[in-house]
């Protein structure tokens, strides 16, 4: 099990439940692995000073079967970090790795210098001191390793957390808040695991599919089971997945709400009763566990995985990763609802969520086309080297692919070869405009960071931040894709 506490469960000897943070309890031969709350460090209980650790340990994933792993302040993953609207933060981010790393904020409106992309490396026993003003909507974002080329197999490794922001705006509406009780970051990741140790699987199938595995991880853990309280839940799902897309559903086809998207809250709550995820995306939904009985979260298949069939054959597709992405559904995470202490927090979802002045499309000043491309040719031509590019071009640090001007509006439109990618834009949120033409889908709504690029789809985009000095990235978030080569960078000026 990852390194930091968890609620402790026993399972068979009696229910037993407990909200501070210890180690799993093991006292009956029985006990089902809990779901791990990551630690809560909050910016204003600590005088707006964060301080992260990246360093390298060890995680039992199963008991007895240690893997080497990256985390934050741990052995895999980091704490949830929680800032507050208006305030600003000093982070230190210590590099005790013997390898470059970064931090980059995924969906923090902040400029370039700050952003924590592939320009701002953190050397082996350097620290990073950025100073992050936090003047954004409450939303639930995301921090990883950003470094490049070495992206994916770090956050495979653990480098990834959750970094949840707050206002007054989102406190008023009487959603369930209290942290690891009926508020739960879940980071989703698929891991592949050899006898109990995780494998990091490399070569020319992986650079073209991306890292996917057997396993399935919330918070760390396989197979968690989480003990809720029996009301309503606010769970926030974050893809921490390098390449796996989910098509969430709950086991007995309950519906749930969707509140809030990348960029934050809706404004309405949408009912749904499935929900795709694709790497790098977050959503906040609302679940009622009122009737006590347990259920699971799970996922169809990937929605990549029939491209994956036609392009591999042998490779992964004949894997027990495989199987795992095609099997019809694989259970994430169940729920144990259990009754406990009352909260404030209101019993039903609100109807109205947040008022949100839609930017007018008639103000956009210019378009531009990305074509995220993904070549045979190249991988015919040099091992693992597939011909992954945008608009033709790999990825080079050294050229500025597009130049914006701060304060201005545009459209891009994005469209994608062979695979569904999910396109994520540093620096901003958008709206989806249009997709393959039309309206867009019920689930393209709300102020948006990275979107799954499965029809072409336009993008109305506002650049509020400036990135002159340190460009900001646009890329695929099958994080083997941006590593080789699946993403360009722009200025804001
Ligand atoms: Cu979540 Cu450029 O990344
Ligand atoms: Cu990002
Ligand atoms: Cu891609």
């Known amino acids: 099990m990852p390194s930091f506490g968890r609620r402790s469960l026993l399972v068979g000897g009696g229910l037993l439940l407990s909200a501070c943070s210890r180690p ?7 006990a089902e692995a809990n779901l791990p709350i990551p ?20 995680t039992s994933f199963y008991p007895g079967r240690p893997s080497d792993t990256l985390g934050y302040n741990g052995s895999y993953l980091g704490p949830t970090l929680r800032v507050q609207r208006g305030d600003d933060v000093k982070l230190a981010v210590a590099n005790s790795l013997s390898a470059d790393t970064t931090v980059h904020w995924h969906g923090l409106l902040i400029p370039g210098e700050l952003d924590g992309g592939p320009h701002q ?15 954004q909507p409450a939303a639930t974002l995301f921090y990883h390793s950003h470094v490049h080329g070495l992206t994916a197999e770090q956050v495979y490794r653990g480098l990834a957390g959750v970094l949840l922001v707050t206002d007054e705006e989102e406190r008023g509406l009487g959603l369930p808040s209290e942290y690891g009780i009926d508020d739960l970051p879940l980071v989703i990741q698929d891991r592949q695991f050899q006898d ?24 760390g853990a396989p197979n968690p089971l989480a003990a809720v309280p029996t009301r309503l839940v606010r769970l926030r799902l974050v893809n921490g997945s390098n390449a796996r897309i989910y098509d969430l559903s709950f086991s ?53 995985a029939s491209m994956m069939g036609m392009m591999g054959g042998a490779g992964m597709m004949g894997s027990r990763s495989g199987a795992a992405a095609h099997s019809p559904t694989i259970t994430v995470l169940r729920f144990a609802p259990r009754p406990m202490a009352k909260s404030g927090a209101r019993a039903s979802a609100p109807d109205l969520l947040v008022p949100r002045v839609r930017p007018d499309p008639a103000k956009a000043l210019r378009r531009r086309r ?30 500025i692919d597009e130049r914006v001007r701060l304060g201005d509006m545009e459209i891009w439109e994005v469209s994608g070869q062979m695979l569904n990618h999910p396109i994520h834009i540093h620096g901003v949120h958008f709206d989806v405009l249009r997709r393959g033409g039309e309206r867009p889908d019920l689930l393209d709504q709300g102020a948006r960071d990275t979107i799954l690029v499965k029809e072409p789809v336009e993008l109305l985009i506002r650049f509020d931040q400036p990135a002159s000095t340190a460009p900001f990235m646009y890329h695929c978030h099958i994080l083997e894709h941006e590593d080789s080569g699946m993403m360009g960078q722009f200025t804001v000026s």
């Open 196 to 219: 109990g140790r995780l494998v990091v699987p490399s070569g020319m199938m992986i650079a073209m599919q991306g890292r996917r595995g057997d396993t399935i991880l919330v918070n």
């Open 370 to 399: 990305l074509v995220l491309n993904m070549g045979m040719g190249g991988m015919m031509r040099s091992r693992g080297g597939m011909a992954m590019a945008i608009n033709g071009k790999p990825f080079d640090m050294g050229r």
């Open 39 to 58: 630690p809560l460090l909050d910016a204003r209980q600590q005088g707006q000073v964060i301080n992260l650790r990246v360093q390298a340990g060890k």
């Open 121 to 135: 490396v953190i050397a082996p026993g350097a620290t990073w001191r950025p100073t992050l003003p936090i003047r």
């Open 252 to 304: 007995d086809r309950r519906s749930f709400h969707w509140i809030a998207a990348e960029g934050g809250l809706l404004e309405r709550a949408v009912e749904l009763q499935n929900l795709t995820l694709a790497p790098g995306q977050r959503a906040e939904v609302l679940v009622d566990f009122a009737d006590g009985r347990t259920v699971s979260l799970v996922t169809g298949p990937d929605a990549n």
């Open 24 to 30: 799993l309890a093991s006292a009956s031969g029985t």
